[in-house]
């Protein structure tokens, strides 16, 4: 008996690593047999459009693969009904993916996709990390020192695909059966040519408007952009450089506090210092709130608007210190 062939899938949870991996093979499969795969976004997307499309089939192949996502966006009974009715029915010429960074999304099209479709990719716990990292080196030809494993998941964001790529770009730099050390790590983020959310802290830390335009701009311009990953990454430095100004208005010295926060590279202690001299306490909270409104109003915005809306973030925060009210997405789209 021929095994069953999901036509429609459901891809929830944080862990956008995994959940990529997923996705990548769904569509190198698709491309292998001739088929086409598209992408759209829940928020700027005509449902009505996607499911003749799918309905309709692939000009090209045999098969055409629509990958639906931010899928938590699609709220209005309208457009539930009509993924209902195609759930319920799918075109055997198309597979329809519906994905999520949420647990959950409405609540009729999580049962009408069913368990059979649905796949939540949790992030790794704290004690799962470690093995991670030293497993995917032993696959490089590297072993990694348990202090530099540290330092990696004290700056790097908690889900597989950013753990990933800073391993895949400390191989570059390291020969085989090399042990990877902390100086090895920071020679990437500090010293490569390579721009990221590494460098773009720095230059948000000195308040250097012109240099972090140039950093993001670069960065938006590489294969692996992401600005809700990347605003994840700013979140994640931004609350601990709120912890260590709090410590530092407590007279704790730098390295009391950088020992108290577990921050261990010799840059990275640098890189709080100059930061926390330039930014209160009170700053540091503003610019919290101002990445999560940003995230929101990325999450729900045209991809084209992205870069407008994060130089416009830059601004906020370097100037502005994250003290100011604004909807992005309406700025960004009246320039646009």
Known sequence: MPKHRTLVYLLLGPEIGEKHAFLRELSEKTIEKGGEVERFYAFDADVHDIVQRLRTGSLFGDHRLVILQAAEQVKTQA???????????????????????????????????GQDGTRIFWEMFDNQ?????????????RTIEPQAVEYMLEIVAN?????????DAVCLVTDVDHTVTTD???????????????TLFDALGTRNLETSLE????????????????????????????AFRRLVDQRYRTAEACS??????????KSMQEAAEQYTVTDLEQIIQRIAVCEEQLRSSRPGWHA????????????????VERDMRREAGSYL
């Open 79 to 113: 457009d539930v009904e009509v993924l209902l009715a195609y759930c319920r029915n799918p075109s055997p010429d198309a597979t329809l993916v519906l994905e999520s960074d949420e647990v959950k999304i409405h609540r009729k099209l999580q049962q009408a996709v």
């Open 129 to 141: 990390k470690p093995g991670w990292i030293m497993s995917y080196m032993r696959r490089q030809g």
């Open 159 to 167: 889900n597989t695909e950013e753990l990933r790529r800073v391993c």
């Open 184 to 198: 090895d790590i920071e020679a990437y983020i500090y010293h490569s040519k390579i721009e990221s959310v590494f």
């Open 215 to 242: 950093i993001l701009h670069a960065i938006l311009l590489s294969d692996s952009a992401n600005p809700v990953q990347l605003l994840g990454g700013l979140l994640w430095q931004t609350r601990r450089l709120l």
């Open 260 to 269: 108290s926060l577990g921050i261990k590279g010799k840059r990275a202690q």
């Open 308 to 323: 407008m809306m994060l130089e416009l973030f830059l601004y906020d925060v370097i100037v502005r210190s994250g003290r």
